[in-house]
């Protein structure tokens, strides 16, 4: 089957959702539930619409585009991704994967395919934790992740609650109807950029995601002793900031000597009580962020830390509080999916090559409902988070294109002459 992608329709959609921006282009922001957000959602759907798509949203406002199959007693397949951009972000991140699966689909339309299993377009709510902290809030909600009750009091930095938040929105139904059976979907491919380097540094198009790293986050609280920086003198001292260094370099050494390159612990914030030059810290609170794409492995470290931590704190004399903000498991592409993607790549002779995504994805909790893979095109300089994050429309467009062609087999159909 001959797929033409329309790049320069997909590059000019994606100029126009990165109009609905609360900083100055090419900064994008587009915060969830925001007013800029609201009106993207709208923009969307018109374009869902004019591709003929059945559109439909649920009481969080994850909408779903689908392209009614020939076989309407079949599970669905699934491809989508994000369309909320941090603050000062760029205009790829996500929207590649919600327009880019657009373009996938007319394309098909365009070819004349006629799909036997629906085929659906998933836009998700809040992939990123910006507004409430968590990030991934609609396919968490989806995949009976998280707990209708526990999402519904997270709040913003105004206070206001999500369930309020997302009711002001209109998204008014009740939160435990957004919880999807698994089995719901045949499969599900998120098209993404790679936001790392590799793919740029070895010039390969395509990236076949075989396991997405799990995300677990914590945060630590020390309490020491404050006092004066001159009156106290060193041999009495219980300095909460001594010990969190301290520690903050035992998470270093735990996550080089795991063994293996996908471990990844990282503490990115620190805030020191009272603040002051002349003040001798009596409380810290750091953040640790600790990845692996092998969930046993990551356990072993988290445990190496926890006693490593433990032990500094109590030579030390200062108190040691440990909350879990959140821990994921890892996510395992599907074999069948991944024989799809690899299938289409050879089927243009586009190279590609296996690869693991460090960060997560809508993907990660979808794997909990349906059989997943994910789909990276290379972002230059591995820049993402940024106005400066670039994907060139020939790389959109290959990455699309394999998608299509991905979307074909798995959903099944019959090809034109
Ligand atoms: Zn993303």
């Avoid at 929207?95 to 699966?101: A, D, E, I, K, Y």
């Avoid at 460090?358 to 300089?381: E, N, V």
């Amino acid at each position: 089957m001959k797929i033409e992608i329309d790049h320069e329709k997909l590059n000019h959609e994606i100029d126009s959702l990165a109009s609905f921006s609360d900083s100055d282009p090419p900064a994008v922001t587009r915060v969830v539930f925001s007013e800029q957000d609201l009106k993207a959602r709208a923009w969307l759907k018109q374009r869902f619409a004019e591709a003929g798509l059945i559109v439909r949203e649920d009481a969080v406002g994850n909408t779903f585009a689908r392209w009614k199959g020939t076989n309407s007693g079949v599970p669905p397949i699934a491809t989508g991704s994000h369309i909320d951009a941090i603050p000062h972000a760029g205009k790829y991140d996500g929207v590649v994967g919600v327009l880019g699966g657009l373009e996938a689909i007319r394309a098909l339309q365009r070819a004349g395919f006629q799909p036997e299993r629906p085929i659906e377009l998933i836009m998700f709510t809040s992939e990123e934790p910006t507004r409430f902290g968590l990030g991934c809030l609609g396919s968490r909600l989806m995949s009976g992740t998280l707990p209708p009750a526990a999402a519904s009091a997270l709040t913003d930095s105004e206070g206001e609650t999500f369930d309020s938040v997302r009711q002001q929105a209109s998204f008014t139904g009740p939160l435990d109807s957004v919880r999807i059976a698994p089995g719901s979907y045949s499969a599900f491919v998120e098209l993404h950029i790679e936001q790392g380097p590799i793919l740029e540094q070895e010039k390969i198009p395509l990236g076949l995601v075989t396991n997405i790293a799990a995300p677990a986050s914590f945060q630590i609280t020390i309490d020491g002793e404050g006092g004066h920086a001159g009156g106290r003198l060193m041999p009495d001292r219980r300095d909460a900031l001594c010990a969190a260094s301290e520690m903050i370099l035992a998470i270093e050494r735990a996550a080089l000597g795991s063994g293996a390159a996908d471990t990844v612990g990282t503490v990115g914030i620190c805030q020191v009580h009272p603040g002051a030059v002349n003040s001798i810290p009596s409380r810290v609170q750091f953040s640790l962020d600790l990845r692996d794409t092998d969930p046993a492995r990551r356990d072993r470290v988290q445990a190496e830390i926890e006693a490593a931590i433990r032990e500094i704190a109590m030579r030390r004399g200062v108190s040691l509080a440990i909350d879990t903000v959140n821990s994921d498991p890892p996510a395992e592409s599907s074999p069948e999916i991944l024989a799809a993607l690899t299938a289409a790549c050879d089927a243009d002779a586009l190279p590609y090559r296996r690869m693991v995504s460090r960060a997560y994805h809508d993907s990660s909790f979808m794997s909990r409902i349906a059989p997943i893979a994910m789909l990276f095109i290379p972002c230059r300089g591995g820049v993402s988070h940024r106005p400066d994050e670039y994907s060139s429309p020939e790389e959109i467009a290959s990455g699309v294109k394999v998608l299509a062609r991905a979307l074909a087999t798995l959903a099944g159909g019959t090809e034109p002459n």
